[in-house]
C-alpha cells in the first residue's frame, strides 16, 4: 500500500486528563480495509484513542490525519459521513421505535428540514436485514432484550454507510451467539466491502479469531501493532496482560487460539 | 418518522385551541356567545364599529378577557415547550422546566421586589415583580451552569444536582423573605401561588415576543435533539454538535420558562404533563411534539384558567389548581406505566 492511501496517520500524540496522562508519544498508520482489534488491560487508554480517532476529544500534542488531512479540520457533520461508533452501553428513554433508531444512522445525510431519501429508507431495510431485526422494526427500543438493543445499535451504524465502524467493546454485553454472529458480519464487511473497522476487545479469543492487526496499549504507549498471529504469544500476553497463557498457533485457519492458566 | 396521523393530531390541536380561545373569552360574569365574540374580533381587525352588538361587549373582550386569555394560553404553550426541551436535554422524561431551579430563582426575585418597599424603595409591582422575577430566573440559570461546569460535558446529572442545590439554597432565602415581610407576606404567597387576574396586552407581548421566536429555535433543532437521545457521545459521532446544541437549547427554554414565571407566578406541571401525555399520543419525534406541546399546553392552560375564572365561585390561583389536578394525575400515569413496564 503507498502512503497515501493511508487512513488514519497518528504521529506523536499524546493525551492527558488534567494532569493525568493516558497516552503518549503514540505513533501509528492504519490501512483502509482491515479489521483492527484494539486490546489493552483496563485503563491503558483505549477508550481515549478511540475517543481521539473519532475527534470528540482533541490530542493535547502530536497530531492525528485521516486520509491526509488532520482530523480537526473536518466538520463533525463531515466526520459522521465516514466514521461511524458502536458503543458498548446503550439506553434510551424514549420510545423511539427500532426503524426510528436505525434511522437515525442516516442523519449525517439528510439534509436539516429534508425527509429520506429512497436510498436512505433503503440503506435502513438494508442494515436491519443484515443485523436480522427486520421482524423488531415497528417495537418501542425500550422493550428490546439486551442482545436485540445491541443489534438495534449495530444496524444504525451500518445504515449510516461510513467507511471506517469504531467498536468500543461493542459485544462485551452479549452472549456468545450473538457476539459471534455480529461479529461474522462485520468481518464478512471487511472482506466484501472494505470496511475498516477499529474495535477496543475484551475477550482475546474473540480478537484472535476475526481481527487481521492487534493494536496493544499498555500504560498508555503503544506496546506493538501487528498481525494477531505475532500478537498472541506466550510473551506478549504475560508482560501486557500479566497473565500465564499458552497459545495455539496451528488451530482453526491460522487464528492463534489462547489457552490461559488459571491457577 | 413523521406520518399523516401526527399532521392531523397538529392541526386538530390547533382548531381546539381556536375554538378554546374564542369560548373562554365568552365565558365569564357577561355570558358573550361564540358568533359576537368572533364578530367583535372581525370588526377589530378590520376597524369597523358594529352596531348590532352590546356597546360593552367589545371592550371586555378585548381589554379585559382576551389579554388574559392569550397570555395563559401562551404561558401554557411556552411551559409545555420548555418541558419538552429539557426533558429531551437532560434524557429525562420527568424532567420538567422547574428542574433546574428556574422557578425557585423567579419565586426568589419576586420576592424581593415585593419585600423592596419595606426598605423604601418604591418601584410599581407591575414592573418589579417581573422584572425581578426574570433577573431571578436568569441570575439562577448562570449560577447553575458555573455550578455544573466543573464537569466539561455538562452531564445531566451534574446539571440536575445543581438545580437542586440552587433551588433549596433559593428556597431558604424565600422562607427568609417571608419572614422578612411580616405584612407583605400574603402577596408574596399569592404570587408564588401563579395567576392570570389583571393581565395587560403589554404581558401578552413580552411573552409573545419570547416565547414564539423560542418555539421557532426549538424547532429549528428539533432533530438533533431526536439524535441526542441516543446519548451525547453518539450524537456526535453522527454530526451533531450535541454540546453546543445542548447549552443553546437550555438557554432558550430558560429563558421561556424565565419569561412566563415573571408574567403568572409559579404555575406547576403543565410542563410535566402535556410533553408526558403527547408523548404517548405522537411518539418521541421532537419536530411533531414541540409544536404540539405548544398547542396543547396552551389549551390546557387557557381551560384551568377559565374555570377558576368563569366556573368557580371563587377564583382560586391557577397554580394551585394544575397542581390539584396534575399532581394525581400524573401519579396515575406514572404508575400505569411502572406496571406495564413490569409485566
Known amino acids: ?263 | 418518522m413523521t406520518g399523516t396521523k401526527q399532521l392531523l393530531i397538529i392541526a386538530l390541536l390547533f382548531f381546539t385551541l381556536c375554538a378554546a380561545i374564542i369560548a373562554a373569552t365568552g365565558m365569564g360574569f357577561l355570558q358573550i356567545a361564540p358568533q359576537e365574540v368572533v364578530e367583535i374580533l372581525w370588526n377589530r381587525i378590520l376597524g369597523r364599529e358594529s352596531s348590532t352588538i352590546n356597546p360593552t361587549f367589545p371592550f371586555v373582550v378585548m381589554e379585559v378577557r382576551l389579554p388574559r386569555i392569550l397570555t395563559s394560553a401562551l404561558v401554557g404553550g411556552g411551559l409545555a415547550v420548555a418541558g419538552a426541551v429539557f426533558q429531551a436535554i437532560l434524557l429525562n422524561p420527568l424532567a420538567d422546566p422547574y428542574t433546574l431551579g428556574i422557578s425557585s430563582g423567579a419565586a426568589f426575585g419576586a420576592s424581593l421586589a415585593i419585600i423592596l418597599t419595606l426598605f423604601g424603595i418604591v418601584i410599581p409591582a407591575w414592573f418589579s415583580i417581573p422584572v425581578f422575577a426574570f433577573i431571578g430566573a436568569m441570575a439562577t440559570l448562570i449560577g447553575v451552569f458555573s455550578l455544573a461546569s466543573t464537569d466539561n460535558k455538562l452531564s445531566s446529572n451534574t446539571l440536575i444536582l445543581s438545580g437542586v442545590i440552587i433551588a433549596s439554597i433559593l428556597s431558604a432565602g424565600i422562607g427568609f423573605i417571608k419572614y422578612l415581610a411580616d405584612e407583605q407576606v400574603s402577596i408574596i404567597i399569592f404570587w408564588l401561588m401563579g395567576s392570570f387576574v389583571g393581565r395587560t396586552w403589554s404581558d401578552v407581548f413580552t411573552t409573545l415576543l419570547i416565547v414564539i421566536p423560542g418555539l421557532l429555535f426549538t424547532l429549528y433543532f428539533a432533530r438533533d435533539l431526536n439524535i441526542m437521545a441516543l446519548g451525547e457521545r453518539t450524537a456526535n459521532t453522527l454530526g451533531v454538535e450535541s454540546g453546543r446544541v445542548k447549552k443553546m437549547l437550555l438557554v432558550c427554554a430558560s429563558l421561556i420558562t424565565a419569561i412566563c414565571v415573571s408574567v403568572s407566578g409559579i404555575i406547576g406541571f403543565v410542563g410535566l404533563i402535556i410533553p408526558h401525555l403527547l408523548r404517548m399520543i405522537l411518539g418521541p419525534d421532537n419536530r411533531i411534539l414541540l409544536p404540539a406541546c405548544f398547542l396543547g399546553g396552551a389549551t390546557l392552560l387557557l381551560g384551568a384558567d377559565t374555570i377558576t375564572r368563569a366556573w368557580l365561585p371563587s377564583e382560586i390561583p391557577i397554580g394551585v389548581l394544575t397542581s390539584l389536578i396534575g399532581g394525581p394525575f400524573f401519579c396515575y400515569i406514572f404508575r400505569k406505566k411502572q406496571l406495564a413496564k413490569a409485566s
Open chain 1, 1 to 263: 500500500m503507498t502512503h497515501n492511501n493511508l487512513l488514519f496517520h497518528i504521529d506523536k500524540l499524546s493525551f492527558a486528563y488534567r494532569n493525568n496522562t493516558v497516552l503518549k508519544d503514540i505513533d501509528l498508520q492504519l490501512q483502509p480495509g482491515k479489521f483492527y482489534g484494539l486490546i489493552g488491560a483496563n485503563g491503558s487508554g483505549k477508550s481515549t484513542l478511540l475517543e481521539l480517532l473519532m475527534a470528540t476529544l482533541s490530542p493535547a500534542s502530536g497530531s492525528i490525519r485521516y486520509r491526509e488531512k488532520d482530523l480537526n479540520n473536518y466538520s463533525r457533520k463531515e466526520l459522521a459521513t465516514k466514521l461511524a461508533l458502536v458503543p458498548q452501553h446503550f439506553s434510551m428513554d424514549f420510545e423511539y421505535s427500532v426503524r426510528d433508531v436505525v434511522l437515525m444512522g442516516r442523519h449525517p445525510h439528510i439534509p436539516r428540514f429534508a425527509s429520506p431519501a429512497h436510498h436512505d429508507l433503503e440503506a435502513v431495510e438494508q442494515a436491519m436485514e443484515t443485523m436480522d431485526i427486520h421482524h423488531l422494526q415497528d417495537r418501542p427500543v425500550i422493550a428490546l432484550s439486551g442482545g436485540e438493543l445491541q443489534r438495534v445499535v449495530m444496524a444504525r451504524a451500518l445504515a449510516q454507510e461510513t467507511e471506517v465502524l469504531i467498536l468500543d467493546e461493542a459485544t462485551s454485553n452479549l452472549d456468545i451467539q450473538h457476539t459471534i454472529a455480529i461479529m461474522r458480519v462485520i468481518r464478512k464487511r471487511v472482506d466484501e466491502n472494505g470496511l475498516t473497522v477499529i474495535a477496543a476487545i475484551h475477550d482475546l479469543n474473540l480478537a484472535a479469531a476475526f481481527c487481521d492487526n492487534c493494536l496493544v496499549l499498555k500504560d498508555g504507549a503503544l506496546f506493538a501493532n501487528a498481525p494477531v498471529n505475532k500478537i498472541f504469544t506466550t510473551n506478549i500476553l504475560q508482560s501486557v496482560f500479566s497473565v500465564n497463557a499458552n497459545v495455539d498457533q496451528t488451530s482453526g485457519n491460522g487464528h492463534p487460539h489462547i489457552q490461559f492458566q488459571y491457577q
